[in-house]
């Protein structure tokens, strides 16, 4: 008998196949799921990730929509929701639909936001950092780099107090924020933020 169990070993085994990017097998362990539970958020969510790791974009855009159809309404949910726009709104930008992907990522981001507000204190979440970095990209794929540096900067800071100084969240942002300065003719201010990125680098 198929029980909790089996749906449970199908899930782990289909994450570790994700993480060794052995994605097709990791997709159709999914759609078994898929088909003995019934659709859910998370793993529509889960579908739309493993084909756009596919670079299959319309299947992997119908799965993101499908999840935001089926999440749950609370404040208890709102990082689970964050983590589905956020998706959604990273395909459309690789889509080079950034116009399309803008308030979506801007929904995540407000509900990071308020997921860090949970149990009347404020707890800061590199979460929050990650959905600006994604409205920061967006932005400057529009052509907006004022917008984009602002995103940019705000993600820097809180991943230096989130993640740490010597994490490759950091170093990434960092390298996304010179490359966006050099871009913007501030050579020096983005030279800065490039060492700095592969100082981190270098340490790891």
């Given amino acids: 008998m198929r029980g909790k169990w ?11 196949c994700f993480k060794q990017y052995r994605f097709r097998e990791a997709l159709a362990l999914f759609k078994e799921q898929e088909q003995l539970m019934g659709p859910s958020a998370p793993l529509a969510e889960n579908i739309g990730h493993v084909c756009s790791s596919l670079s299959e974009y319309d299947e992997a855009e119908r799965y993101f929509r ?11 949910h709102a990082k689970n929701s964050g983590g589905v726009y956020l998706g959604l709104g990273l395909l459309l930008d690789r889509r080079e639909r950034p116009r399309e992907a803008l308030p979506i990522l801007y929904q995540a981001l407000e509900l990071y936001v308020d997921s860090c507000h949970m149990s009347g204190r404020f ?14 990209h967006a932005h400057e794929h529009a052509g907006e780099l004022s917008k ?29 924020l010179g490359k966006l ?24």
Avoid: W, Y
């Fill in 6 to 16: 089996h749906l449970k070993a199908i899930q782990s085994k289909a994450f570790c």
């Fill in 181 to 204: 300065r050099v871009r913007q003719g501030a050579l020096a201010d983005g030279a800065r933020h490039l060492v700095r990125a592969l100082g981190i680098e270098v340490d790891k």
């Fill in 123 to 136: 707890v800061e979440s590199s979460l929050v950092a990650k959905a600006r970095m994604s409205l920061g």
């Fill in 148 to 176: 984009a540096e602002e995103h940019m900067r705000e993600a820097v800071g809180i991943f230096s107090r989130t993640v740490g100084e010597q994490s490759p969240l950091l170093a990434g942002a960092l390298g996304s």
């Fill in 66 to 76: 499908l999840a935001t159809r089926l999440l749950p309404d609370g404040r208890q």
